[in-house]
C-alpha cells in the first residue's frame, strides 16, 4: 500500500507546483497527507518565495475538506540543532536536542496557529525528519496528535502511546514493503518529476490509500522491522 506526502505547505510556496500537483492527484483520486508550516521563517524558503500567498489558509482549509490529512510541520521551519534524534536522516533539527520545556513551547505555538485557521491537525512530521523522544513528550502533552509520518520500517507500528507510519522514500516507485509513503516536495519539483510522478499513477492508483482510522494498528515493530532501519541508517550514514 502505497500513501503520497506533501511536504512544506506554507503562505511562502510555488504555488504553479502546488496547484499542479493538486490537478494531478484530483485526476487520479489520491488524497495525501500534507506537512503544513505554520510559522514559515525559514530563510531559505522565504528567500525564494517573498510574496506571500493572502488566499494560502482558505487553500488548505479546501484541502482539509477534499480529505487531505493535515501534518503539523513543526513550527517555524528553521534548524536550531545539529541532532538527528531517533529518525537520524539529517543531522540538523528544529527540535531534537531541545530541553523540553522548549520544545513544548514550539508545538504548542506551531497547533494554535493551524487551530485558528479551522484546521484539525491529525499527524505530525519534523523539517529534516528529525526528533527526538522530548518532541513525542511535548506532542503527547500539548496536542491531541498521536500519529507521526516518519522512520523506517515495514508497516504501521505503535510505540509509545504513537502510531508511526513509515516513510522510506523520497519518490514513487515499486517497493515491496505492507505501507511505503513516498515523500515529495512540490515547491522543488521540475517537469520530469511531475511526468514521473504522472506515469506511476497511472499504472499504480489503486495501490494508494489514505490516512484514516484503518491504518492505524497497534502493532509493536518486529524484527524485519529493525533490520530495515538497521540497513537504511547503514546506507544513509555518509550523510551525517
Ligand atoms: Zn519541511
Known amino acids: 500500500m502505497y500513501i503520497l506526502r506533501l511536504d512544506d505547505a506554507s503562505?511562502?510556496?510555488?504555488?504553479?507546483?502546488?496547484?499542479?500537483?493538486?490537478?494531478l492527484l484530483d485526476a487520479y483520486g489520491i488524497r495525501p497527507i500534507v506537512g503544513v508550516i505554520p510559522d514559515n521563517r525559514d530563510p531559505r524558503i522565504l528567500a525564494r518565495y517573498p510574496q506571500p500567498d493572502?488566499?494560502?489558509?482558505?487553500?488548505?482549509?479546501r484541502w482539509q475538506k477534499k480529505g487531505w490529512?493535515?501534518?503539523?510541520?513543526?513550527?517555524?521551519?528553521?534548524?536550531?540543532?545539529?541532532?538527528?534524534?531517533?529518525?537520524?536522516?539529517?543531522?540538523?533539527?528544529?527540535?531534537?536536542?531541545?530541553?523540553?520545556?522548549?520544545?513544548?513551547?514550539?508545538?504548542?505555538?506551531?497547533?494554535?496557529?493551524?487551530?485558528?485557521?479551522?484546521?484539525e491537525p491529525e499527524l505530525f512530521f519534523a523539517p529534516s525528519h528529525t526528533f527526538d523522544e522530548n518532541t513525542l513528550?511535548?506532542?503527547?502533552?500539548?496536542?491531541?496528535?498521536?500519529?507521526?509520518?516518519?522512520?523506517?520500517?515495514?508497516?504501521?507500528?505503535?510505540?509509545?502511546?504513537?502510531?508511526?507510519?513509515?516513510?522510506?522514500s523520497g519518490r514513487a516507485r515499486r517497493l515491496p514493503f505492507a505501507v511505503s509513503t513516498f515523500c515529495y516536495h512540490p515547491n522543488a519539483m521540475k517537469e520530469v518529476d511531475f511526468e514521473r510522478l504522472d506515469a506511476f499513477l497511472k499504472k499504480h492508483k489503486d495501490?494508494?490509500?489514505?490516512?484514516?482510522p484503518a491504518l492505524l494498528k497497534q502493532r509493536k515493530p518486529g524484527v524485519y522491522d529493525r533490520m530495515l532501519r538497521k540497513l537504511y541508517f547503514a546506507r544513509s550514514g555518509a550523510r551525517r
Open 69 to 119: 490529512a493535515i501534518a503539523l510541520h513543526g513550527h517555524q521551519h528553521i534548524y536550531l540543532t545539529e541532532e538527528g534524534g531517533i529518525n537520524p536522516v539529517n543531522a540538523r533539527s528544529e527540535f531534537a536536542g531541545l530541553p523540553y520545556e522548549e520544545q513544548c513551547r514550539k508545538i504548542k505555538a506551531g497547533y494554535a496557529v493551524l487551530r485558528q485557521h479551522g484546521l
Open 137 to 168: 513528550r511535548a506532542l503527547r502533552d500539548c496536542t491531541p496528535i498521536r500519529v507521526i509520518s516518519d522512520t523506517v520500517a515495514n508497516d504501521v507500528y505503535y510505540r509509545d502511546g504513537f502510531y508511526f507510519i513509515p516513510q522510506q
Open 11 to 23: 503562505e511562502y510556496r510555488q504555488i504553479e507546483n502546488w496547484d499542479r500537483m493538486e490537478r
Open 207 to 212: 495501490d494508494f490509500t489514505v490516512f484514516g
Open 54 to 61: 493572502p488566499d494560502f489558509w482558505q487553500r488548505v482549509a
